[in-house]
C-alpha cells in the first residue's frame, strides 16, 4: 500500500472461501480447533499482505514507542485474527463460550433510561461485536448498528446467515448520508442504541486531524454532526480482547449533548475529536494489540478546510 493510497481500495482479507472455511471449522470442529488454525492463518496473512504488514509495524512502534520485531506483528495479526473468530461463535451462540465484564454499565443505563436514544462510539480496537452481548442481556432494548456492508461483503454474508435478526438491525453505512442520518434518528426516537466507530473516515468523508501517538492524524466529522443533529447521549464504547475468551466492554459517557454551532464549527469539531482520540489513545496504551487499522493511519490525507465542514453539516440538517 502507497503512502497515499486509502485503506478502502485493500481488498477483505481472505474472501468469502477464506471465511466461510473459518465458519465451517469452527461451527462443526468447535473453538478450540479454530483457534489452532489461527496459527497457519496468522503466517498466510503475515507473509502475504505487505501493505498491513509494513502498517502493523509502524503503528507498534509508534504505540510501543521502540522499535519492535516480527514476532510482535505476527502477534498483532493474531489477536486480530482471534477476535475474527469470536465473531462467529458470539454471532452464533452469544456470549456463553466467553468470560465477558463490564465496566461502566451503569452510566450507560442511565443514559438509556432518559429514553432519548443514546449514540455509542467505537473504534476499530479489539472487538465492538461483543457489544452484542449487551443487547442479548437486554433484549428490550433495540440495538442498531451502523456497519459498511459493502467493504467486507463476505463477513456481512456470514453476519447474515449465523444471525438473521441481527443482520437486520444493521443500517448500512454505504447509503448516502442523508439515509444514514434519517435511520439513525428513527432509530433514537425509538429509544434504540446506535452504535458506530468513529475512528476511520471513509475516502469521500470529510476528515479533521487530531493528535494520535504524537502525530496529528485524520477522523471523520460525521460522527460528531450527527451526534449533534440527533441531541441524543454519546458514550464510548472499547471492546477489549484480553487473550483466550475473555473481553472487556467499557462504557464512557463522553457527554449528553454534542454542541457544534454553526459560528464556531471547526474549533467546536475540534475539541470533541481531540477528545474522542485521547480516549483512544489511552486504550491504545492498555491494549496496544488491539488496534486493527492495518493500514497507515497517519498518512497525508486531505482535511477538509472550513467551508467543506459547513458543507457536510447542510447535508445531514445542522
Known amino acids: 500500500m502507497s503512502a497515499n493510497e486509502h485503506w478502502q481500495s485493500r481488498p477483505e482479507g481472505g474472501g468469502r472461501f477464506a471465511i466461510w472455511l473459518i465458519r465451517a471449522i469452527a461451527l462443526y470442529g468447535g473453538r478450540r480447533l479454530g483457534r489452532l488454525c489461527l496459527y497457519p492463518i496468522t503466517l498466510y496473512f503475515y507473509l502475504r499482505r505487505g501493505p498491513e504488514r509494513l502498517a502493523s509495524k509502524q503503528y507498534l512502534q509508534r504505540a510501543l514507542g521502540r522499535p519492535v520485531s516480527q514476532w510482535q506483528v505476527i502477534k498483532h495479526i493474531h489477536c486480530f485474527a482471534a477476535t475474527i473468530l469470536d465473531r462467529i461463535f458470539l454471532l452464533a451462540h452469544g456470549e456463553k463460550p466467553f ?9 450507560l443505563d442511565e443514559r438509556i433510561a432518559q429514553g432519548r436514544g443514546v449514540l455509542l462510539f467505537g473504534s476499530h480496537q479489539g472487538s465492538f461485536e461483543a457489544l452484542r452481548a449487551i443487547g442479548a442481556r437486554r433484549p428490550e432494548l433495540p440495538l442498531r448498528v451502523v456497519l459498511d456492508k459493502q467493504k ?8 447474515e446467515a449465523l444471525a438473521p435478526e441481527v443482520g437486520a438491525n444493521v443500517i ?29 473516515g471513509r475516502g469521500h468523508e470529510v476528515l479533521r486531524r487530531a493528535d494520535l501517538l504524537g502525530s496529528p492524524a485524520p477522523f ?24 483466550g475468551n475473555r473481553y472487556r466492554l467499557i462504557f464512557e459517557p463522553l457527554s449528553d449533548r454534542v454542541e457544534i454551532p454553526r459560528h464556531n464549527r471547526g474549533p467546536a469539531l475540534d475539541a470533541m475529536i481531540a477528545r474522542y482520540a485521547q480516549r483512544l489513545e489511552h486504550y491504545i496504551h492498555v491494549a ?21 465542514v459547513a458543507a457536510v453539516g447542510e447535508r445531514v440538517g445542522v
Not at 467486507?152 to 453476519?159: D, Q, R, S, V, W
Not at 496496544?288 to 467543506?308: I, R
Open 288 to 308: 496496544p494489540y488491539n488496534w486493527f487499522n492495518f493500514y497507515d493511519f497517519w498518512q497525508d490525507a486531505p482535511v477538509a478546510a472550513e467551508p467543506a
Open 152 to 159: 467486507t461483503p463476505a463477513m456481512t454474508e456470514l453476519l
Open 99 to 107: 468470560q465477558i465484564e463490564t465496566q461502566g454499565l451503569e452510566l
Open 220 to 243: 471523520p466529522v460525521s460522527p460528531w454532526l450527527l451526534a449533534h443533529a440527533l441531541q441524543v447521549p454519546v458514550v464510548l464504547c472499547f471492546g477489549l480482547y484480553l487473550g
Open 172 to 200: 448500512d453505512a454505504a447509503q448516502d448520508g442523508t439515509s444514514i442520518a434519517l435511520a439513525m434518528a428513527e432509530a433514537c426516537q425509538s429509544g434504540a442504541v446506535v452504535a458506530m466507530l468513529a475512528d476511520r
